[in-house]
């Protein structure tokens, strides 16, 4: 089945405790990206990548970083976690190295930081 | 900066009822646009993906229109079930970074 998987589902932790959150794509997509989701807010981009190695910032970057080692895999790390990144989170995967194609979400990671 | 508006926030209707969801935005330069539903605590469906070069999208009882002069959307649901009950979003894929844009979304209620 094509998917995006996310993992954790729902993470608590403390402030300033290092966290990855794992991001994988079957579909052999060229495009991935995160979102956040935050009430009043909607969703933001944090940051896309467009291949392999190739990453940029979206509108809310800071305080998290990304990398793209392999085409399926983009994980979202948070090096020093604080309580205005409790938020939803969602990572998507598109073909095509611009993301113009349909863009496929996976079930979210619901991260609260104390 | 593209911006996209989803209004009203929230719409309550009887079963049954026909009715349209609106997107406007304020680049016209975009890819495309999609509509995504999203159930409480979910992640996104895509519901309907319109290029940029098209004027609709038909899926079921789904059908979205797109005009990009306008900057305008509508996703129109035909004989509403308790079912569709969820919140609507329609995503602009503009030109700047290759940057999707969201609406606030629209948090539809269908009354049996």
């Known amino acids: 089945e094509a998917q995006v998987t996310q993992n954790p589902r729902y993470l608590i932790t403390v402030t300033g405790k290092k966290l990855t959150v794992t991001c994988s794509q079957n579909m052999n997509h060229e495009y991935m990206s995160w979102y956040r989701q935050d009430p009043g807010l909607g969703l933001r981009q944090i940051y896309y990548?467009?291949?392999?190695?190739?990453?940029d910032k979206g509108d809310v970057p800071e305080g998290y970083k990304v990398s793209r080692k392999e085409k399926r895999n983009f994980p979202l790390i948070l090096e020093s976690p604080s309580p205005n990144q409790t938020s939803l989170y969602f990572c998507?995967?598109?073909?095509?190295?611009?993301?113009?194609?349909?863009?496929?979400f996976g079930p979210g990671t619901r991260l609260t930081v104390l | 900066k593209q911006e996209v508006t989803q209004i009203p926030a929230a719409l309550s209707v009887p079963e049954g009822e026909n009715l349209v969801l609106n997107c406007s935005f304020t680049d016209s330069a975009i890819y495309n646009l999609q509509w995504f539903r999203q159930d409480p605590g979910k992640g996104l469906t895509s519901l309907l993906l319109i290029q940029s070069s098209q004027r609709e999208q038909t899926s079921g009882r789904l059908n979205a229109s797109l005009d990009k002069s306008s900057g305008r959307s509508t996703l129109y649901i035909a004989a509403s079930q308790p079912g569709d009950s969820a919140t609507y979003l329609c995503?602009?894929?503009?030109?700047?970074?290759?940057?999707?844009?969201f609406g606030k979304g629209i948090t539809l209620s269908v009354r049996p």
């Open positions: 990548s467009m291949n392999v190695e190739v990453t």
């Open positions: 995503a602009v894929k503009g030109h700047e970074k290759s940057k999707l844009t």
């Open positions: 998507a995967s598109t073909l095509g190295g611009v993301g113009v194609g349909e863009q496929f």
